[in-house]
């Protein structure tokens, strides 16, 4: 049975930081990409960064490039998404996801391609 659960999230105060956890169950996470989403109340589902089963990481959103990071452990056969100077706007819902994608070097930005989902974690900013 392939499991992803989240952790990490929280009330936050603006600038603070965070660090959540995706940690994987049933199957290696590093056979597998790495996407981490988010979605906003009221917003579609956006994307925040992925990472290929290779280790190529992306980061997508320009609001995030600096801010957010991401990376996985294979001895805890955990991914983190390690966001800094947290905005309120990144208040959101966070997903990770994972997807055995045929080449070791891709990951998509796309949520559609990913079969395989965490039940989300709450990420609040606010004062």
């Known amino acids: 049975h392939l499991q992803l659960v989240e952790s990490g999230g929280g009330l936050v105060q603006p600038g603070g930081s965070l660090r959540l956890s995706c940690a994987a169950s049933g199957f290696s996470l590093d056979e597998y990409a790495i996407g981490w989403f988010r979605q906003a109340p009221g917003k579609e589902r956006e994307g925040v960064s992925c990472e290929s089963s290779s280790g190529g990481g992306i980061t997508w959103a320009d609001s995030m490039k600096g801010r957010f990071t991401m990376s996985r452990d294979g001895a805890k056969n955990t991914a983190y998404l390690e966001m800094a100077s947290l905005k309120p706007e990144d208040t959101a819902v966070y997903y990770c996801?994972?997807?055995?994608?045929?080449?070791?070097?891709?990951?998509?930005?796309?949520?559609?391609?990913?079969?395989?989902w965490g039940q989300g974690t709450q990420v609040i900013v606010s004062s």
């Open positions: 996801a994972a997807h055995p994608f045929s080449t070791p070097h891709y990951c998509s930005i796309r949520g559609d391609d990913y079969a395989y």
